[in-house]
C-alpha cells in the first residue's frame, strides 16, 4: 500500500500567503514525480504543477506558487502566495510511484486539503 499525507491549507484571506506539504508512505520503490492538482467549485480539475525527479515539469499555472520536493522526505511543498479568491479550492497531492523494480509505476492521490480565501 502506498498512503499520501497531506498537511496545510486552511482558511486565508485575499493576499495571503499558505503552505501545503505532502507525504508520500508505504511500499515505495521509487518516486518519479510528485505534485499538485486543485479542483476549484464547479469546475474540473486542473494541474497545478509537478515536479519529476529529473527536474521541475514548467506546467505551473500560477507563478505565484511555487512547488519543491524534498526525496529524502518522500514530500512535495507548495507554497502559495498573494492568494486571491479565485484560489480557494480543494489541492490534491499526486504521487507516480514505482513499487518494485518493472519499471511499472502507478497514479497515487491524496485526500485533498481545502484551501479558502475570503474576507
Known amino acids: 500500500q502506498v498512503h499520501l499525507v497531506e498537511s496545510g491549507g486552511g482558511l486565508v484571506q485575499p493576499g495571503g500567503s499558505l503552505g501545503l506539504s505532502c507525504t508520500a508512505s508505504g511500499s515505495i520503490f521509487s518516486i518519479n514525480a510528485m505534485g499538485w492538482d486543485r479542483q476549484r467549485p464547479g469546475t474540473r480539475r486542473e494541474l497545478v504543477d509537478r515536479?519529476?525527479?529529473?527536474?521541475t515539469y514548467g506546467a505551473s499555472t500560477e507563478s505565484r506558487f511555487t512547488i519543491s520536493f524534498d526525496r529524502a522526505k518522500n514530500t512535495v511543498y507548495l507554497q502559495m502566495n498573494n492568494l486571491r479568491p479565485e484560489d480557494a479550492a480543494v489541492y490534491f497531492c499526486?504521487?507516480?510511484?514505482?513499487?518494485?523494480?518493472?519499471?511499472?509505476?502507478?497514479?497515487?492521490w491524496g485526500l485533498g486539503p481545502q484551501v479558502a480565501v475570503y474576507s
Open positions: 515536479q519529476f525527479t529529473a527536474g
Open positions: 499526486w504521487a507516480d510511484i514505482e513499487r518494485n523494480s518493472s519499471g511499472y509505476s502507478v497514479d497515487y
